[in-house]
Nanobody, 123 residues
Framework: QVQLVESGGGLVQAGGSLRLSCVAS????????MGWFRQAPGKEREFVAA???????YYADSVKGRFTISRDNARNTAYLQMNSLKPEDTAVYYC?????????????????WGQGTQVTVSS
């Protein structure tokens, strides 16, 4: 069983930045696909970004050029750097892990989930 713990959420003004972190338990973190999703009130959970074990990255169109996903395998940690934040980025952000390489943009692609961290962007 893999446990994921997110941190780094908070309240920020539009145009500001936040960095989310996700620490994973387990010995095979370097092979996991790590993803970030978000869910706003009344909306479905949506894909934000993903990174494969080899470092390939994928982004939703809505965050391309503003968000950057990265990982530090030595620390079992994935990051989401969020710049130029907009009010529409307000949501609970979830970290997710997939054990093997494969599709990585859908909720059901992932095996493990964190508890979420709130990001609120004020206008």
């Amino acid at each position: 069983q893999v446990q994921l713990v997110e941190s780094g959420g908070g309240l920020v003004q539009a145009g500001g930045s936040l960095r989310l972190s996700c620490v994973a338990s387990g010995r095979t973190f370097s092979s996991y696909v790590m993803g970030w999703f978000r869910q706003a009130p009344g909306k479905e959970r949506e894909f934000v970004a993903a990174i494969r074990g080899g470092g390939s990255t994928y982004y939703a169109d809505s965050v391309k050029g503003r968000f950057t996903i990265s990982r530090d395998n030595a620390r079992n940690t994935a990051y989401l750097q969020m710049n130029s934040l907009k009010p529409e980025d307000t949501a609970v952000y979830y970290c997710a892990a997939r054990r093997v390489a494969g599709p990585n943009t859908r909720v059901y692609d992932y095996d493990y989930w964190g508890q979420g961290t709130q990001v609120t962007v004020s206008s």
